[in-house]
């Protein structure tokens, strides 16, 4: 009988050990989420890589005129651009439209978010404004 209870005190102390294993590295990764998360809120789209030198000086005219401009823009530069710099201006873009056609940011937010992973520099801003475009 001893054994038995020995038995279940090893096994007892082994699952107790794993599960602080499993909790311990749940606070870590959520530790570095946040980091990652803050420090992502501190970036400005303007320092974002991916958009060519050339199209910075047409992006600032197109964001003058608004959704309008905005949309113009894409349309004719969006491939040239790549993320994190065209998430973010996808997402100038929703906030701008979201009044005239909100399923228009909808949909674009959607797209954006489809694309984007937690390690993105946008994605502090995309889960901002999730909750209006969901």
Same mark, same amino acid.
């Given at each position: 009988?001893? #054994?038995? $209870?020995?038995?279940?005190? $090893?096994? %007892?102390?082994?699952?107790?050990?794993?599960?602080? =294993?499993?909790?311990?590295?749940?606070?870590?990764?959520? /530790?570095?989420? @946040?980091? #990652?998360?803050?420090?992502?809120?501190?970036?400005?789209?303007?320092?974002?890589? %991916?958009?060519?030198?050339?199209?910075? /000086?047409?992006?600032?005219?197109?964001?003058?005129? %608004?959704?309008?401009?905005?949309?113009?823009?894409? #349309?004719?530069? %969006?491939?040239?651009? /790549?993320?994190?710099?065209?998430?973010? $201006?996808?997402?100038?873009?929703?906030?701008?439209?979201?009044?005239?056609?909100?399923?228009?940011?909808? @949909?674009? =937010?959607? @797209?954006? #978010? /489809? @694309?984007?992973?937690?390690?993105?520099?946008?994605?502090?801003?995309?889960?901002?404004?999730?909750?209006?475009?969901?």
């Amino acid at each position: 009988m001893t #054994k038995l $209870i020995a038995v279940l005190i $090893i096994v %007892g102390v082994i699952y107790g050990t794993w599960e602080l =294993f499993l909790y311990w590295e749940k606070v870590k990764n959520e /530790e570095e989420t @946040r980091q #990652k998360q803050d420090a992502a809120a501190l970036v400005m789209g303007d320092q974002l890589p %991916g958009l060519p030198y050339d199209l910075q /000086e047409s992006l600032q005219v197109a964001q003058k005129k %608004g959704a309008a401009g905005l949309e113009a823009w894409l #349309k004719v530069h %969006g491939q040239s651009v /790549e993320d994190p710099r065209k998430a973010w $201006i996808e997402l100038d873009y929703c906030v701008a439209v979201a009044r005239e056609n909100p399923a228009e940011a909808r @949909r674009v =937010f959607a @797209r954006v #978010k /489809e @694309r984007l992973t937690a390690s993105s520099p946008v994605w502090a801003r995309m889960k901002q404004l999730e909750k209006t475009y969901q």
